[in-house]
């Protein structure tokens, strides 16, 4: 891993967010609002990769939020990390940007409502324990924040613009909410440590399987293209 290079993207959310690393070195970029387009993607990482002395020739893998939230971000985020994966060869780590969104808020139990719109939250239960990858005590669903319920009765942080959206779902669950973060959104820079490690466990994809995690709705195939 010492002469790795590899880019993470990371726009399920209104954030826009790329991170490269070569060897030790990592460098950043965010903006927010995002600005998705696929053309300002490719500039935005091929700046990032030039400040480490590197371009996508160097690439030894990619990786993307897969989602879920925002479908045009995510949809982006794939397309570029198909594209690229396609064009250099290279693996691909595709990571759930919820389990992100956990790695973020640092150790602890999480409990996780993104307002999906159209009347449905996306939810998930993790658990982040020191520098180990989020556990998913749940598997992420898209559902009625109406009459959902979280798992449980540990107390728990609430991530997650869904919690505010739906105040009938805050206080549902405000007896084990310990803290309430609803404006913590998914890090690049979390998921490239994520991806790191399972690009050095093997768990990756080829560039074909480089799909968005579009929950409640069967997997959408995407163009391949480069830049």
């Known amino acids: 891993m010492t002469d790795c290079c590899a880019l993470a993207l990371e726009a399920s959310s209104d954030r826009l967010g790329l991170a490269a690393r070569r060897g030790q070195q990592v460098e950043y970029f965010e903006a927010q609002p995002a600005r998705t387009a696929t053309a300002d993607v490719?500039?935005?990482?091929?700046?990032?990769?030039?400040?480490?002395?590197?371009?996508?020739?160097?690439?030894?893998y990619v990786a993307f939020g897969r989602g879920p939230g925002s479908f045009t971000g995510v949809r982006v985020a794939a397309a570029v990390a198909q594209a690229l994966a396609y064009a250099r060869v290279i693996p691909v780590c595709r990571i759930s940007s919820l389990a992100v969104l956990a790695a973020g808020a640092g150790p602890g139990l999480h409990a996780i409502c993104v307002d999906a719109r159209m009347g449905r939250v996306y939810a998930a239960l993790y658990q982040v324990t020191g520098d180990a990858a989020p556990l998913a005590l749940m598997p992420e669903m898209l559902v009625d924040p109406a009459t959902f319920r979280f798992p449980g009765d540990a107390a728990c942080s609430a991530l997650?613009?869904?919690?505010?959206?739906?105040?009938?779902?805050?206080?549902?669950?405000?007896?084990?909410?310990?803290?309430?973060?609803?404006?913590?959104?998914?890090?690049?820079?979390?998921?490239?440590?994520?991806?790191?490690?399972?690009?050095?466990?093997?768990?990756?994809?080829?560039?074909?399987?480089?799909?968005?995690?579009?929950?409640?709705?069967?997997?959408?195939?995407?163009?391949?293209?480069?830049?």
């Open 42 to 60: 490719y500039a935005h990482a091929r700046e990032l990769l030039g400040r480490l002395g590197a371009g996508f020739a160097d690439l030894d």
């Open 160 to 227: 997650g613009d869904g919690w505010q959206a739906w105040p009938a779902l805050l206080q549902r669950h405000q007896s084990r909410l310990a803290a309430l973060h609803p404006g913590l959104l998914p890090s690049a820079l979390d998921l490239l440590s994520m991806a790191d490690r399972d690009f050095a466990a093997g768990r990756t994809v080829a560039a074909a399987d480089a799909l968005p995690e579009y929950l409640g709705q069967a997997p959408v195939s995407l163009p391949a293209r480069t830049e």
